[in-house]
Nanobody
Framework: QVQIVESGGGLVQPGGSLRLSCTAS????????ISWFRQAPGKEREGVSC????????NYADSVKGRFTISRDNAKNTVYLQMNSLKPEDTAVYYC?????????????????WGQGTQVTVSS
């Protein structure tokens, strides 16, 4: 049974950091392209970052470039999203998604597997 669980969210002050974890069971994450999405209240789900199956290359939304870093720990079957210099506009539910595609997928609807999400709130 495939399951994805996100963790690491919470309340943090502007300028602070959080590290989100995406841990899988039932499949080996190294064999999948993994993306982080987020959804703020009243807004559409948007892609934040992705790490590919093909060569482990990464990409980021312009809004988080230079502040967020995505990485894999294959031994722990986990993908991380390190978030630094957090801003109030980063407040959202963050979701981890996986797909067997070789490359990052543009649309959230194309991803096969999803976690339940973890809340990140950036506020003073």
């Amino acid at each position: 049974q495939v399951q994805i669980v996100e963790s690491g969210g919470g309340l943090v002050q502007p300028g602070g950091s959080l590290r989100l974890s995406c841990t899988a069971s039932g499949f080996i994450m190294d064999y999948y392209t993994i993306s982080w999405f987020r959804q703020a209240p009243g807004k559409e789900r948007e892609g934040v970052s992705c790490i590919t199956l093909s060569d482990g290359s990464t990409n980021y939304a312009d809004s988080v470039k230079g502040r967020f870093t995505i990485s894999r720990d294959n031994a722990k079957n986990t993908v991380y999203l390190q978030m630094n210099s957090l801003k109030p506009e980063d407040t959202a539910v963050y979701y981890c998604a996986a797909d067997s595609s070789w490359l990052c997928l543009r649309s959230a609807s194309e991803y096969a597997y999803w976690g339940q999400g973890t809340q990140v709130t950036v506020s003073s």
